[in-house]
């Protein structure tokens, strides 16, 4: 059997497309969704990604608001601009991007944030409202992940479902959207016994742990479908000048994962660039919530 690749990059643009259909649908009431993203300090792989955010945010017809603060930028102040964003009706989103600085205790920055302009879907509130089945903000990655595997199953009623992985981000969210897909769901991680066998009997496997290539093609069900959240840079020999040479794998083993899955999701190229689709969706979500607009259809959960 050879897996059925999902494309995430593929995926991710048909949702930005979309967005952008319905903030042009917005835009004609009035009403312009607007994000803002909060960078304390000067971390390389977290200012990327802020630029691709802003930059994706403005193609897609959104407002983009960014603050980059110095990384010696006292908690007060940083709980100060939060408060002012919280109450600027012009911005529906808000994201402050982690990890801060030491000296910064981000979950008081995470529980300052308005609920209803939680994009990241962190809020205790929002953590709340999605483990009671309530209407709330969803973490993003997850958001992704759930988005594809309805695309490809349709329903996922019935379905045994696998969590590998019990973080706050990613794991423990998972596990709630697949219960509201009427998935029977279990939560793996690293104690769990017998992992190779709770593994094997799953028709959708989500692995969340971080550990490179830890899940072999021998644990996965024929015909499962795998997403694989992980993103690890290991060891891959040494260039031509000597230098160290690097790539991306995720946390499964991806060519004995794809013999036996009946879909799967690259790494990179999978997960990853939902993420950003997601954040996107879920402030036009948090723009209509907060101006009593029609929410689009399959943009949330």
């Given at each position: 059997m050879t897996a059925?690749?999902?494309?995430g ?7 930005r497309?979309?967005?952008a ?8 009431a009035?009403?312009?969704?607007g994000l803002a993203?909060?960078?304390?300090g000067?971390d390389p792989?977290?200012a990327v990604y802020v630029r ?6 403005v193609e ?9 603060l110095p ?12 408060a002012r964003l ?5 911005v529906?989103?808000?994201l ?5 600085p030491?000296h910064i205790d981000?979950?008081?920055v995470?529980?300052a ?10 809020h205790?509130?929002n953590v ?5 089945g309530q ?5 993003c990655?997850?958001?992704g992940?759930?988005m594809?595997?309805?695309?490809h199953h349709?329903?996922?009623s019935?379905?045994d479902a696998?969590v590998?992985?019990r ?7 998972m596990a709630?959207l697949?219960?509201?897909?009427s998935c ?12 190779a066998e709770?593994?094997r009997?799953a028709?959708i496997?989500v692995?969340?742990v971080?550990r ?6 021998d644990w996965?069900k024929?015909?499962?479908?795998v ?9 891959a020999?040494?260039?031509?000048d000597?230098?160290?040479?690097t790539?991306l ?7 004995s994962?794809?013999?036996?899955a009946?879909?799967i999701?690259p790494?990179?190229?999978?997960v990853?660039?939902?993420?950003i689709?997601c954040?996107l969706a879920?402030?036009l979500?948090?723009?209509c919530?907060?101006n009593?607009l ?7 959960a």
């Amino acid at each position: 059997m050879t897996a059925t690749i999902i494309d995430g990059k593929a995926f991710a643009a048909r949702i930005r497309a979309q967005v952008a259909q319905e903030v042009t649908r917005i835009r004609s009431a009035g009403v312009t969704p607007g994000l803002a993203v909060i960078l304390v300090g000067e971390d390389p792989a977290s200012a990327v990604y802020v630029r691709n955010k802003g930059k994706q945010t403005v193609e897609v017809g959104m407002e983009s608001f960014e603050h980059k603060l110095p990384a010696d930028t006292p908690e007060a102040d940083l709980l100060d601009l939060i408060a002012r964003l919280n109450a600027d009706p012009a911005v529906h989103g808000i994201l402050c991007q982690l990890p801060v600085p030491d000296h910064i205790d981000a979950d008081k920055v995470l529980a300052a944030i308005d609920p209803a302009k939680d994009v990241d879907g962190f809020h205790i509130s929002n953590v709340g409202l999605l483990a009671t089945g309530q209407k709330a903000m969803v973490p993003c990655t997850p958001l992704g992940c759930l988005m594809m595997l309805r695309d490809h199953h349709g329903s996922l009623s019935g379905l045994d479902a696998v969590v590998l992985g019990r973080s706050n981000i990613v794991g423990k969210p998972m596990a709630q959207l697949l219960l509201g897909d009427s998935c029977t769901v279990t939560i793996a991680h690293s104690r769990s016994k017998n992992l190779a066998e709770v593994v094997r009997r799953a028709d959708i496997v989500v692995a969340a742990v971080g550990r490179p290539e830890m899940v072999p093609g021998d644990w996965i069900k024929p015909g499962a479908t795998v997403i694989d959240v992980g993103i690890n840079r290991i060891d891959a020999g040494f260039k031509d000048d000597g230098s160290p040479r690097t790539r991306l794998v995720g946390d499964c083993d991806f060519d004995s994962c794809a013999a036996v899955a009946g879909a799967i999701t690259p790494v990179p190229g999978g997960v990853g660039p939902m993420t950003i689709a997601c954040l996107l969706a879920n402030t036009l979500t948090a723009c209509c919530r907060a101006n009593g607009l029609e929410e689009p259809e399959g943009l949330t959960a």
